[in-house]
């Protein structure tokens, strides 16, 4: 027996809390795994919030252990690539939606969807990081690819306050470059300074409807919001620079004219962390473990157990909990 959240929906509604999970009911659930982790650290993302509250239709199999991050020691494993007591890290793979997934004390998981522990993290830093941080480093990794280096201009970063946001705003600011924060929360402006932004301006200046072209400004731009955001920080991207998209906080839609792509030559580039390649997993990983800033990663860090992970999650949703939130399944 092992303690975890548990997530049911029928005839009588939905269901979100903690309980005792029996071994056989995790087998039984997860007939396609081939590891069985032994859960030492998980997280709380904007997803695992969206499935704890069901707020939105993440989860597609119920019932279901949510958590689409965790990280601790193999126990078992018929996997080639991994043996019992190698440290590893999971995000994505549908793990947490139609997979059981990490919030609880063990999982049992596919070893193609694993990541090695690089050196220099454990099971704790790793899910202060999780699915937030290891996208902001897919987006600035996508960036680079496009040739955006530092001393060509401004970074944008929208929804700073935010996991993806701010460690994007550490990640590029230990790289050399001048980040630029937009938030609507007034009151953490020391918070993004601190991380390494350089300015911080108020995110209504980008999330109504604007001109299809404006004043050219940012090299690049980490977009988690969408929307409105998105299309106006398109519009103010310099000729040839690059915007890397990866969330919708503010919606799916993009009300854009493509007048920055064929005019400007501004490239807009899709982050997907779900299903993205073992290859880029595991460069950023490496590069997380290179270049992000422990000290910073401490600072937009706080630690919870399962159950304030139940408590916290409408409180995500609502814009109010800031930088990372890992928890300790054991807790």
């Excluded at 919606?251 to 030559?265: K, N, T």
Aim: charged letters at 25%; a neutral charge.
């Amino acid at each position: 027996m092992f303690d975890g959240l548990y997530l049911e929906k029928n005839d009588a509604g939905f269901t979100a809390g903690r309980r005792s999970i029996a071994d056989d009911e995790l087998e039984a659930a997860t007939p396609d795994a081939d590891v069985t982790l032994r859960v030492e650290y998980s997280a709380l993302n904007y997803k695992d919030a969206l499935a704890l509250t069901n707020r939105s239709p993440v989860v597609r199999r119920w019932p279901m252990v949510p958590g689409i991050d965790g990280a601790g020691v193999v126990a078992e494993s018929a996997h080639r690539g991994f043996a019992a007591g190698d440290r590893v890290i999971l995000n994505g793979w549908g793990v947490g939606e139609t997979h059981w997934g990490c919030l609880a004390q063990r999982a049992r998981l596919r070893g193609d969807w694993l990541v090695a522990m690089p050196e220099g993290l454990d099971s704790r830093r790793s899910m202060a990081i999780g699915t937030a941080g290891y996208t902001a480093m897919l987006c600035v990794m996508m960036l680079e690819r496009q040739g955006v280096v530092p001393g060509q201009g401004e970074v944008l970063v929208t929804g700073a306050a935010g996991g993806v946001g701010s460690v994007a705003i550490a990640l590029l600011a230990r790289l050399g470059f001048r980040v630029v924060a937009s938030t609507g929360r007034a009151s953490e402006e020391a918070y993004l300074r601190e991380l390494g932004a350089a300015e911080i301006i108020d995110r209504a200046t980008l999330s109504t409807p604007g001109k299809p072209l404006q004043k050219e400004r940012w090299a690049g731009v980490v977009d988690a919001v969408g929307s409105h955001t998105l299309a106006n920080a398109c519009a103010q991207t310099r000729y040839r620079g690059s915007v890397a998209a990866c969330g919708l906080a503010q919606g799916m839609d993009f009300p854009a004219s493509v007048a920055p792509f064929i005019l400007r030559g501004v490239r807009l580039i899709g982050v997907d962390s779900v299903m993205c390649p073992i290859e880029d997993r595991r460069e950023a990983w490496s590069r997380l473990a290179r270049d992000l800033d422990r000290e910073a990663l401490e600072r937009i860090t706080q630690v919870v157990g399962l159950d304030d992970a139940l408590r916290l999650a409408p409180e995500m949703l609502a814009g109010h909990v800031r930088g990372r939130t890992a928890v300790d399944v054991n807790r």
